[in-house]
């Protein structure tokens, strides 16, 4: 009698299968944190744990018996050196299904299936962001006075706007007046020196006989 043996085929042959779960294992161990359908979570759950309780005896065997399901060297040797040591105080339960609801579309369940300790992790990235250096607070700093120096060069302007205030009707009126009295005057100026020209030629020609007759007289 076959008991406790069946599993989910996830509508897949048994090659798709196994490289499916593969894939989705070597994922949650590299980002802790995937999102799938409710079914296939469970079977990469059954997966994922089994590895983790093998690589918690970090040997030669363990390495190669856990090497035939993960090809990927970085992997392998991320799961042995961070993950399994985390959970040597842990016998079992290393991952957790968080229910998201249905996928549009399809209807299927989805669901985050993550480690247990991926917060405490997250945790400990926040506490060394927020440790800032000596050069961080300076930077700060100077940005800080950039930007209250462009906040008064913008208070400064709009003062100047306001000031000055645009030109009315009858002040435009005595600029156009202006503008047609300085045209008439440089108009009356060309007129008088096209005048003086001829004369001026006249004067020349005027000259040049005198120092013709007086050549002749010598």
Sequence with gaps: MKHKIGFNRLSR???HRKALIRNMVGSLFIYERIKT?????????????????????????????????????????????????????????????????QR????????????????EKEQKKQVKDKKETKTDIIDKKETKTEVSDKKETKTEVKTVKKTTKKPGKKELKDKIEKK????????EDKDITLMKEPEKASKKEDKKEDKDTTIMRE
């Excluded at 549009?104 to 917060?119: I, P, T």
Aim: charged residues 40%.
């Design 37 to 101: 359908t409710k079914s296939k979570a469970k079977e990469v759950r059954k997966a994922a744990e089994k590895m983790i309780t093998k690589a918690k005896i970090d040997s030669v065997h363990t390495r190669r018996e856990i090497a035939k399901k993960l090809y990927k060297k970085s992997i392998i040797s991320k799961l042995f050196t961070e993950i399994a040591p985390r959970f040597i105080s842990r016998f079992g339960g290393y991952t957790r299904v968080i229910k998201l609801g």
């Design 180 to 187: 047609e009295t300085v045209k008439e005057t440089k108009k």
């Design 13 to 15: 042959k048994a090659s």
């Design 104 to 119: 549009h579309g399809d209807a299927s369940e989805m669901v985050f299936l993550e480690l247990v300790d991926r917060k």
